[in-house]
């Protein structure tokens, strides 16, 4: 940022430039928990989440990532994203269960 007054009092000017650039950082590590978070992954050597303090810290119980309501509404949410899967299968299993009891019928000697 670059501040030029200009003029005498009380009639002075100020003219304000501001530059913007991008610069390259360093990013620490991540792994990707559930598909749906990247935690960080601060010691190389590891290959779970979990291994660190930090980690531990946002997926224990008193954690962001841990406690009961996100874990609920998780599960909700990756429901919501397969239903076609839940739906499909709760299919097949209703045209097995008619033909267990069409060949229960025919074949038991009722």
Known sequence: VQVENTGNDPFTT???EITQSTIKQMSYPTM????LYCVP??????????????TRSLLGLDGP????YVRVITAVGGLRRCWG?????LLVAVLQGY?????LKSYAGM
Do not use: Q
């Open 99 to 103: 033909a267990y009891l069409f060949l």
């Open 32 to 35: 990707e928990l559930g598909g």
């Open 41 to 54: 992954r601060l010691e190389h050597d590891i290959s779970t989440p979990g291994d660190d303090r930090l």
């Open 14 to 16: 100020s003219r304000t």
């Open 85 to 89: 899967v839940v739906a499909g299968a």
């Open 65 to 68: 990532l841990g406690n009961g």
